[in-house]
């Protein structure tokens, strides 16, 4: 009988144990322990669910990365929640100390262990506020306020070098050095709630509301200026983003076109243009994304009242490392 | 038949993974409703998760019904509220 090796001039390597399945990738092998052929595959981005959050919310604010994310503020139930702080370790979301100054539609940037959380709305009524407070993985802070009072600015950076930008109605831009903030260039299109993403020295603002509507506008920051770049495919605001100014990822949201005010799509940014990408499997708006994150690996946390996923958390992997085990006669 | 429908609880990590993404289609709605693409992984999807079958009808008629308990909390806004979240619409599931 013919030997694959006979045949091919090598063998199929023999392993103790399966590699990472992102070091599989691409690789053939038998797994001498468990007497199975493997393989190792790679297939484009797809959202899996995540660990749901304590108490649902949406129109809140975000810091962190898929594994390590910090989750503050927003609209639940009941107003007066609207302090509240939720971390999450990659698999489940755990309750931890309160934000000093109840708000909604805030701006959130930074890490899980590194914070910030800037202006927005306070229950009820809605008074925009000018408050920042920073977080330094245990408890929240009062920083020097903001200059613009505005709910829908997002943030961008980390608590030594972030970006505020934009808010209802409203181009403003602020750089924040970990104690002041300074006015800087603005928007080129005022919009509140669109995805941010990158760092103070290099952003992308994506998408977001106008008065009466959505935009597709897609703004680039060189750390001076803001330029206008490709438009997304889909208008849409309140949506989640990750990545940087080049690669970036802008999911969920309320879209201009779709009879529905929410949204399951999710496009790609490659530096140029936007790529439409494997949907949410559930439409959402009011999202919060992982600012820290990248393109890659992001995290769709929360949605608004109307949506069925306020609780419900989304993980994002482009690619997905898969090991298959081969079937053999 | 392209779709099945059921609705199940949404447990959290590991309720649907990237595997099931790329093996069958599913979408989320209000009331727990699932719509899960009729093959043999997607059946073995609601196996797993102990979703209960419902018919489109009535998968249809649970989603409505929240879509209208949602219409109804958003007609209770204030102007300003209202302007800041779009009113919610009832549609059709795929």
């Known amino acids: 009988m013919a030997t694959y090796k006979g045949i091919q001039g090598y063998t199929v390597q023999k392993l103790s144990s399966d590699p990472t399945a992102s070091e599989a990738s691409g690789q053939l ?42 989750f503050f503020a927003g609209e639940p139930p009941s107003p007066t929640k609207s302090d509240l702080t939720e971390s999450y370790n990659g698999t489940a979301w755990s309750e931890t100390n309160d934000l000093l100054t ?9 890490t899980q262990t590194a914070a910030l959380c800037m202006s927005g709305q306070r229950p009820p009524g809605g008074t925009n506020i000018t408050n920042s407070e920073t977080w330094n993985g245990t408890s929240w802070t009062e920083g020097n306020n903001v200059l613009a ?51 103070q020295s290099a952003a992308l603002y994506a998408g977001g509301n106008l008065p ?9 920051w060189d750390g001076t200026s803001w330029s206008e770049v490709n438009n997304l495919n889909t ?19 309320t879209p201009e076109s779709d009879p529905t005010p929410t949204s399951a799509k999710v496009e790609s940014w490659d530096g140029t243009s936007w790529t439409e990408v494997a949907d949410l499997a ?48 | 038949m392209a779709n099945t429908y059921c609705t199940a609880t949404n447990t959290g990590h590991g309720f649907f993974t990237h595997q099931d993404r790329n093996d069958f289609y599913l979408s989320g709605h209000p009331g727990d409703v699932w719509v899960v693409g009729n093959n043999a992984a997607g059946v073995s999807w609601i196996n797993r998760v102990s979703g209960t079958a419902k018919t489109k ?24 509220e209202k302007a800041r979240q779009l009113e919610p619409v009832k549609y059709t599931l795929p």
Request: with cysteine.
């Open chain 1, 102 to 110: 109840t708000r909604y539609y805030p701006g959130g940037a930074g």
């Open chain 1, 235 to 253: 208008a849409r605001g309140q949506c989640g983003a990750s990545g940087t100014k080049t690669l970036a990822l802008v999911y969920g949201g």
């Open chain 2, 57 to 80: 009808a009535d998968a249809q008629a649970i989603v409505d019904g929240k879509m209208d308990e949602a219409i109804a909390a958003w007609n209770a806004l204030s102007a300003e």
């Open chain 1, 282 to 329: 559930t439409a959402a708006t009011g999202v919060s994304g992982s600012p820290a994150g990248t393109a890659g690996l992001a995290l769709k946390t929360g949605g608004s009242p109307q949506t069925s996923s306020q609780a419900s958390t989304e993980e994002w992997n482009d690619p997905v490392y898969t090991i298959k085990t081969v079937t053999v006669s």
């Open chain 1, 149 to 199: 009072a505005r709910y829908g600015g997002r943030g961008i950076g980390i608590t030594t070098a972030a970006l505020f930008t934009g808010g209802e109605a409203n181009a403003a831009n602020e750089t924040y050095n970990g104690t002041s903030w300074t006015e800087t260039n603005d928007l080129n299109t005022a919009r509140r709630s669109g995805g941010g993403a990158g760092l």
């Open chain 1, 29 to 70: 092998w038998y797994n001498s322990s468990t007497g199975a052929f493997k393989l190792g595959t790679e297939s484009a981005g797809v959202w899996s669910s995540g660990g749901g959050l304590n108490t649902e919310r949406g129109f809140a604010a975000s810091a962190g990365t898929q594994t390590a994310t910090l």
């Open chain 1, 212 to 220: 009466g509507g959505t935009t597709g506008v897609n703004e680039s």
